[in-house]
């Protein structure tokens, strides 16, 4: 239960910009809250359990997928937003939708699929996200898509290019005057940065690809780590490194929170337009900031760059690339309803189809359409 009243500068759910079909309000729970659980109920959502974080998920249970990184977004967003006395069901609604758009094999899939599609217009799998809960969710008889509202729809598209932005309308506006989001996107925005740079070392670890001795030159890693053994000298294995990871995510956030309260007293918005007019106003302090960047450089090392992991992310690319080229070369071998879809843009309804898939249904259609197998369907 909420202490006290929203700030004046939070996107209040009684100020919504609306939706892009009218509905009668909800009863019992606010517009965002609806727009939340319409997500969570969204066939989309579900595919993100079946999704590549970094490892793909076939490699092990116990690895991130896409919903459990969502799930940590959305718990570690409203936390923030809770104590910077902001929306919190509209930073959680932003955060479990940011990924809908996600293709199969993680970043190496949504590069593959950009790869195939540049010359149609390219592949950004935030705008994707958008179309997912705008058109592709084939849910409500009177619209297509979920029919968000127009805060959880902005704070969804993270980035955009100025030519898609042109074409978006409302949500697309704010690229092109060089505007921010909500404070409730902001937060969603670096509330992801936490959970993926922390939950990668964590699965990083637990995988072998990187060892607790590369991680002790790395700055934030090795001051929370001394702290957990100074504190519990015979602490080993497991316990240790969640022990670290635990205290390394809580002084990101009592961070996050502290710098941002900073810059919103500083510059003191009274509303949700005068944050787009000022500069991003969830922030760290200038020495996490350092520290996170730090982190980043070593995953993007060690652990991304790591040869299993980039074999697989070969394999995933190679996968997406056939699976477009075949398509493009023979629609019939859509599904009926990409078929229909494929009679006004092509590429456009493959690339739909490609990008909902998850890993595993990704490998089983590459295996139908290329494995001379007498028992593939």
Do not use: W
Not at 286 to 302: A, C, P, T, V, W
């Amino acid at each position: 239960m909420r202490e006290a009243p929203l700030a004046r500068c939070a996107a209040a759910a009684q100020n919504t910009r609306g939706r892009r079909f009218s509905e009668t309000p909800p009863r019992g729970r606010s517009e965002y809250q609806r727009d939340r659980d319409r997500i969570i109920h969204s066939t989309a959502f579900r595919r993100l359990e079946y999704k590549t974080q970094v490892f793909v998920n076939h490699e092990g249970d116990l690895f991130r997928t896409r919903l459990t990184h969502s799930l940590e977004v959305a718990q570690l967003g409203r936390s923030i937003a809770r104590n910077l006395n902001l929306e919190e069901d509209l930073t959680e609604a932003i955060a479990l939708a940011h990924d809908l758009g996600h293709t199969p094999f993680g970043h190496s899939g949504q590069d593959a699929l950009n790869e195939c599609m540049k010359p149609h217009g390219g592949f950004e799998h935030n705008l994707q996200s958008l179309r997912v809960v705008d058109l592709l969710e084939q849910r409500y008889a009177a619209f297509d898509g979920l029919n968000l509202t127009f805060e959880t729809r902005e704070g969804i598209l993270k980035h955009c290019s100025l030519r898609n932005a042109r074409e978006l309308g409302d949500v697309g506006e704010r690229f092109l005057k060089r505007q921010r989001p909500s404070l409730e996107a902001q937060i969603a925005n670096l509330a992801d940065e936490i959970a993926y740079n922390n939950h990668d070392v964590d699965d990083g670890l637990r995988s072998g690809l990187i060892e607790l001795e590369q991680l002790a030159e790395i700055t934030i890693f090795k001051r929370h780590k001394e702290q957990v053994v100074t504190a519990f000298p015979s602490i080993t294995g497991r316990r240790l490194i969640h022990e670290t990871i635990r205290r390394m995510i809580d002084t990101l956030v009592t961070d996050l929170i502290e710098s941002s309260a900073a810059k919103i007293r500083e510059h003191e918005p009274q509303t949700v337009e005068d944050v787009r007019a000022a500069p991003p106003l969830i922030a760290f302090s200038s020495g996490i900031r350092d520290e996170q960047l730090e982190l980043k450089r070593f995953l993007h090392d060690n652990l991304y760059r790591h040869y299993k992991v980039a074999r697989m992310a070969s394999k995933g690319r190679r996968v997406v690339a056939d699976l477009f080229e075949a398509f493009q070369a023979e629609p019939i071998l859509l599904p009926p309803e990409f078929q229909a879809r494929a009679g006004e843009n092509k590429a456009r309804a493959i690339a739909d189809y490609v990008a909902g898939m998850t890993d595993r249904y990704a490998i089983l259609e590459h295996r139908r359409l290329f494995a001379i197998d007498p028992n593939a369907d």
